[in-house]
């Protein structure tokens, strides 16, 4: 009889390698087949030319009219009704992060980014607004086709009340121009709109009440692709709580927009 110990190892083995084998193809999650039973890669990452309906090819070695064998009497199948993220343990960065905030969550707001601007400028929803100088909103222009999305305003960015104007947006700028564009040619934002106290890491609070202010933002500009500038921000816009390491160097989407992670200015 086989040792279920190191039956179970070898599986683990087999998985690691599998999903380790997927990582370095690009693939960015794993999932599982609605018609019942194993963990398939994602479709929509199939290499160029690949039929998907390969997969689903029945086998040449079973007699025509055959029926798949059923599972067991005494271990019910779940139902499942969509194709659902699966993860391993260690492997929870291959599952692609939930999905953004509802739209319902600001369809109260306004469809003009003035208006907008406005609204967060009296915006009281947590307790930042005691403790800023003012609101900082945006800066650059509405037509960019590259937004950056920073964590919060700092102590420049509060009292001048645009973002990125201090030692991190200096390097930003630079950054900018490396890529052959000007700081007006692109739209800077932070996730929230108020000067943290000492500028401490947000809290979820207020992140939660800020972040619909920054998905209309987004929603109104509709750029062809978002650079988050550090974790906060990339953990907030993906909603998910894996590490800069595990998101760095990858391509994500935000609402359909690929999304890029990197490190924030003030890190470097």
């Known amino acids: 009889m086989t040792d279920p110990r190191a039956e179970l190892l070898t599986l683990t083995r087999e998985a ?11 693939r960015t999650r794993i999932v599982l087949d609605t018609t019942g039973s194993t963990a398939v890669a994602d479709p929509g990452a199939q ?18 009219g055959a029926r ?24 929870e960065s291959l599952v692609a992060p939930a999905p953004s905030s509802p739209a319902a969550a600001r ?20 307790g930042l607004c005691e403790t800023r100088t003012q609101t900082v909103f945006a800066d650059g222009t509405a037509s960019a086709r590259l937004v950056f999305v920073g964590e919060a305003p700092g102590r420049d960015e509060d009292l001048k009340g645009l973002p990125f104007v201090g030692r991190a947006g200096q390097l930003l700028d630079k950054m900018i121009a490396a890529i052959q564009l000007r700081r ?13 106290p000492d500028n401490r890491t947000p809290l979820p609070e207020e992140v939660e009440r800020c972040t619909p202010y920054l998905a209309r933002q987004l929603e109104l500009i509709r750029p062809a692709l978002i650079c988050a500038l550090g974790l906060s921000a990339a953990q907030t816009l ?15 989407e935000y609402e359909g927009i690929p999304l890029i992670p990197t490190y924030h200015p003030a890190a470097l």
């Open 47 to 64: 290499p160029p030319g690949a039929d998907p309906r390969a997969r689903s090819a029945p086998d040449s070695s079973t007699p025509p």
């Open 184 to 196: 007006d040619e692109v739209y800077i934002c932070n996730v929230l709109k108020c000067r943290p």
């Open 107 to 126: 369809a109260d707001l306004p469809s003009d980014l003035g208006a907008l601007e406005r609204m967060v400028a009296e915006c009281r929803k947590c």
């Open 238 to 252: 993906l909603r998910t709580k894996a590490s800069m390491a595990a998101l760095r160097g990858r391509m994500f």
């Open 68 to 91: 798949p064998a059923e599972a067991p009497s005494g271990s019910p199948r779940r139902p499942m009704t969509a194709a659902e993220p699966l993860a391993l343990p260690g492997f």
């Open 16 to 26: 690691r390698t599998l999903l380790e084998r997927e990582a370095a193809r690009g």
